[in-house]
């Protein structure tokens, strides 16, 4: 999850209507604001930024 002291900034984009209906839904139902379940899932996505970089070890 991004630290408190990270500068966010904004991301528009369109998914379909079921998709979104289904993730403010699971949003809501787990107690997790969308901005953050979608910031994780990204991170997930690309992987957590705490790996060591390419060719540093």
């Known amino acids: ?17 079921e998709l979104h209906r289904r993730l403010k839904l699971y949003c809501v139902t787990h107690e997790i604001v969308l901005m953050h379940f979608v910031a994780e899932a990204i991170e997930e996505k690309l992987g957590r930024k705490t790996r060591p970089k390419k060719g540093s070890a």
């Not at 999850?1 to 209507?17: H, S």
């Open 1 to 17: 999850m991004a630290k408190a002291e990270e500068a966010w900034t904004q991301l528009a984009t369109r998914i379909p209507k």
